[in-house]
């Protein structure tokens, strides 16, 4: 059972870039895909990136495309977000997670285990 530990966020000013990293430390990710998720003050929790474990196809929320890039180390058993150009609006709790079998949308689909969340502030 893979237990997803994050890193990497902090406080960075508009146009700053952060990666962030999320390494399964018990076991191994061996999953369908593997995403990113954020959580801001007072609203929901909502798609960021997402990303095929083995095939490497990648999935964008519109706000972050061309910005962010989610990656994955199968030998480091981590998956990465680099995110650059980053906006005060980025400014959330990130999570990763991990998810077991196919899905049709990765977007929508349900994920099976989640990191601790991990705070990105972007200073305007």
């Known amino acids: 059972q893979a237990q997803l530990v994050a890193s990497g966020g902090g406080l960075v000013q508009t146009g700053g870039s952060l990666r962030l990293a999320c390494a399964a430390s018990?076991?191994?990710?061996?999953?369908?895909?593997a995403g990113w998720f954020r959580q801001a003050p007072g609203k929901e929790r909502e798609f960021v990136a997402a990303?095929?474990?083995?095939?490497?196809?990648?999935y964008y929320a519109d706000s972050v495309k061309g910005r962010f890039t989610i990656s994955r180390d199968d030998a480091e058993n981590t998956v990465y977000l680099q995110m650059k150009a980053l906006k005060p609006e980025d400014t959330a709790v990130y999570y990763c997670?991990?998810?077991?079998?196919?899905?049709?949308?990765?977007?929508?689909?349900?994920?099976?285990?989640w990191g601790q969340g991990i705070q990105v502030t972007v200073s305007s």
């Open positions: 997670a991990r998810r077991a079998a196919w899905a049709s949308d990765l977007m929508q689909a349900y994920y099976d285990y």
């Open positions: 018990v076991g191994t990710f061996g999953c369908y895909a």
């Open positions: 990303i095929k474990w083995m095939a490497g196809s990648t």
